[in-house]
């Protein structure tokens, strides 16, 4: 299969750039975050989002992952990308979920009992 040249290359990794901004701005992640999950360095990231490099495919499948969004919207190839947070999902949820995936198992069942007993006290 013949390689894309570096000036068709170019158009093609602005148009994923901005797609992938615009995606993250979406499901409401920073540019660290979508780093940190896809497992490249946040300057890496930067530059996928500025266009100036184009990730390989297993970067371009778990960036599709991270920021819910299928690979031909990235690619330009769907003229409007479905990407939208979780049903119900706010962003204080989310920032939980992001701390809570980083604790322990003893630490989750504290945090666990903490939200049942915040929950009673509400009701």
């Not at 990794?13 to 797609?19: D, E, F, I, V």
């Not at 499948?61 to 599709?64: A, D, E």
């Not at 690619?75 to 769907?78: F, K, M, V």
């Given at each position: 299969m013949?390689?894309?040249?570096?000036?068709?290359e170019?158009p093609l990794?602005?148009?994923?750039?901005?797609?992938a901004?615009?995606a993250?701005t979406?499901?409401a992640?920073?540019?660290?975050?979508?780093?940190?999950?896809?497992?490249?360095?946040?300057?890496?990231?930067g530059?996928?989002?500025?266009?100036?490099?184009?990730?390989?495919v297993?970067?371009l499948?778990?960036?599709?992952v991270?920021?819910?969004v299928?690979?031909?919207?990235l690619?330009?190839?769907?003229s409007?990308p479905?990407?939208?947070p979780?049903p119900?999902?706010?962003?204080?949820?989310?920032?939980?979920?992001?701390?809570a995936?980083?604790?322990?198992?003893?630490q989750l069942k504290l945090?666990?009992?903490l939200?049942?007993?915040?929950?009673?006290d509400g009701?």
């Open positions: 013949p390689r894309l040249s570096a000036r068709d170019r990794a602005m148009t994923l750039g901005a797609a901004h615009a993250r979406r499901v992640l920073t540019q660290a975050e979508v780093a940190r999950r896809v497992g490249v360095k946040l300057e890496v990231y530059r996928i989002e500025r266009g100036r490099v184009f990730p390989s297993p970067t499948r778990r960036l599709c991270t920021l819910r299928p690979s031909d919207a690619l330009g190839l769907e409007e479905e990407t939208s979780l119900g999902e706010r962003p204080t949820m989310r920032k939980l979920a992001l701390v995936r980083e604790l322990s198992d003893s945090l666990l009992l939200a049942r007993t915040l929950r009673q009701e």
